[in-house]
Each structure stands twice: as C-alpha cells, then as structure tokens.
C-alpha cells in the first residue's frame, strides 16, 4: 500500500480562500518536506519539517509524527499558488531515500 | 539558494541509443539523485549516491547506469534507450541523506523514439 498518502489528489480554489493539504503516512516518518511543481515543471522547496510547525507567507504546515500526517495550509490563495504539490517523508528506518506521496493537483482561478 | 544545473533539458534520441544525462551540484552536499517522473507514478528513485565514487540502487534501477565522478558530478547512463525510458528526469542533492533538504534540478526531458 501507500507509504505517503496524500490527499486530496486535485482541488480546485478561488482566488481569496483557503484550504488544506494532507499527506498520511504509514511509516514511522521522521521529517518531512514539500514540494511545489509549478506549471512549467520545476520543482520549488517549500518546507522542510522536523515534528511541528513552520509558516511562511501565507502558507503554513504542519507535521505530526506521533499521528503520523502532515499538513499544508494556504491561505488566501493566488493564480501563482496552482501546480502540483509534493511530500515527502524520510523513514525512521535510516534508508537515505526519501519516500513521496503521488502528489495534489491545485487550480487556483479568478 | 542551492543549485543543481541539469543538461540536456530536451533530448530526443531514438530507440537503442546511448545517452547520458548530467547533474552537477554546487553545494558541497554529500547526497545527488536521480529521479524519474511519469504521469501516474509520482517521482520514483532510479540511483543515489553518497559521494565521489558511490553509487545505490534505487527503486526503478533496470535499464540504467549511474557514475558519480566528482562530490559535484552525476551522471544517468542509458546505454540502450527504450520507449519506456520516455520520462522526465530530476537531479537532486541533499546535505545529509534523509535527514536533509533536498534540492531539485530544473529536470530533463527524454523522448525515446
């Protein structure tokens, strides 16, 4: 099954409000870190996150080891927000590879 | 910032061809991937290395060859390119394994005719 599971696999938003993204984990994940896709294919580091929280403009994450989920809040979302957003955990087992969820797909229009 | 420089940025070869793609690093990190992604299956790992002279299977591996040359250098060998291998592909270094933030290059894409 799915390692990193996220949710949901595509949303679509108005430009203004708000909404969240979440990644559920069934490894025991020690940090976490997402990713932007934008539309023309680069990938931009958004958060990397030891258990907590972590903002930056408008958006805010979370990570939670003990529930094993980890979340990404926008707010006030803009066109420039629409892409593909990424996590990815590091097992608590050591392996040096990261583990990605499948991705959430965001519209952000006017 | 991090940087990560990829090239080619486009490559159209034809089946059976030789490639190699290049990633060099700036950063002094210790950790460079490589990195496919299809429609469908997300960012799967092809090889990893931690360091000049190292090289760790991933999990998509067959078909392909991996060299690091130099704690910069990384190179993706496809010796006998295969429709399949159609993909784009994405570099990465990192300070520290799984416990760093990984740095993404501005990708590759291949098209094997």
Same mark, same amino acid.
């Given at each position: 099954?799915? =390692? ?5 696999? %595509?949303? *679509? ?15 025991? %994940? ?23 929280? =972590? ?6 994450? %979370?990570?939670?080891? =003990? ?14 927000? *629409? ?12 392996? %040096? =590879? ?11 229009? *006017? | ?8 940025? /486009?490559?159209?070869?034809? $089946?059976?061809? /030789? ?6 690093? $700036?950063?002094?990190?210790? !950790?460079? !991937? ?16 931690? +360091?000049?002279? /190292?090289?760790?299977? +991933? #999990?998509?591996? #067959? ?10 250098? &990384? &190179? @993706?060998? @496809? ?10 592909? &994405? ?7 799984? $416990?760093?933030?990984? !740095? ?6 291949? $098209?094997? @005719?």
């Amino acid at each position: 099954g799915d =390692k990193v599971k996220q949710s949901p696999s %595509a949303l *679509s938003l108005q430009e203004g409000t708000n909404s969240a993204l979440r990644c559920n984990f069934s490894i025991a %994940a020690t940090t976490v870190q997402w990713f932007l896709q934008n539309p023309r294919g680069s990938l931009i580091n958004l958060f990397y996150l030891v258990p907590g929280t =972590k903002e930056n403009g408008r958006l805010k994450s %979370a990570f939670d080891s =003990k529930e094993s989920y980890s979340t990404l809040h926008i707010r006030d979302a803009q066109l420039e927000d *629409s892409g593909t957003y990424f996590c990815a955990a590091a097992d608590q087992g050591g392996s %040096a =590879k990261l583990i990605f969820g499948e991705g959430t797909k965001l519209t952000v229009s *006017s | 910032e991090a940087a990560v420089t990829q090239s080619p940025r /486009n490559k159209v070869t034809v $089946t059976g061809g /030789n490639v190699t793609l290049s990633c060099r690093q $700036t950063n002094s990190h210790n !950790y460079m !991937y490589w990195y496919r992604q299809d429609t469908g299956h997300g960012l799967r790992l092809i090889h990893y290395s931690y +360091g000049a002279g /190292n090289l760790q299977i +991933g #999990d998509v591996p #067959d078909g392909y060859k991996a060299t690091r040359t130099t704690q910069e250098d &990384f &190179f @993706l060998l @496809l010796e006998l390119a295969s429709p399949s291998q159609t993909s784009l592909y &994405f570099c990465a270094s990192s300070p520290g394994g799984n $416990t760093g933030q990984l !740095y993404f290059g501005e990708g590759s894409k291949l $098209t094997v @005719l």
